[in-house]
Nanobody, 122 residues
Framework: QVQLVESGGGLVQAGGSLRLSCAAS????????MGWFRQAPGKEREFVAV????????QYADSAKGRFTISRDNAKNTIYLQMNSLKPEDTAVYYC???????????????WGQGTQVTVSS
């Protein structure tokens, strides 16, 4: 099994930046694809970004394009989400996930972290 632990969340003013990290441990062979999802109160969990093993395939949600950057360091079994120009609507719990295929739906990812809170004030 794979264990995922997110970190880096916090409170930031609109226009600011945060860098989230997700460290994977255990049986990491199932981490071909790793991604970020977020969930705001009362809303469904939504896709943010996904990256494959080599970093050659990257996909972003429209809301993230131009502002967020996903990256991967396989030597550290870690992925990152650099978030710039943050907006109040980015406020959510951000979750790291892993799975065997590059997908953009939460149901296609088998392992999840506990999440890290990101709050953007106006």
């Amino acid at each position: 099994q794979v264990q995922l632990v997110e970190s880096g969340g916090g409170l930031v003013q609109a226009g600011g930046s945060l860098r989230l990290s997700c460290a994977a441990s255990g049986r990491t062979f199932g981490t071909y694809a790793m991604g970020w999802f977020r969930q705001a109160p009362g809303k469904e969990r939504e896709f943010v970004a996904v990256i494959n093993w080599t970093g050659g395939i990257i996909q972003y949600a429209d809301s993230a394009k131009g502002r967020f950057t996903i990256s991967r360091d396989n030597a550290k079994n870690t992925i990152y989400l650099q978030m710039n120009s943050l907006k109040p609507e980015d406020t959510a719990v951000y979750y790291c996930a892993s799975g065997p295929l590059v997908r953009t739906f939460a149901k296609d990812f088998g392992s999840w972290g506990q999440g890290t809170q990101v709050t953007v004030s106006s």
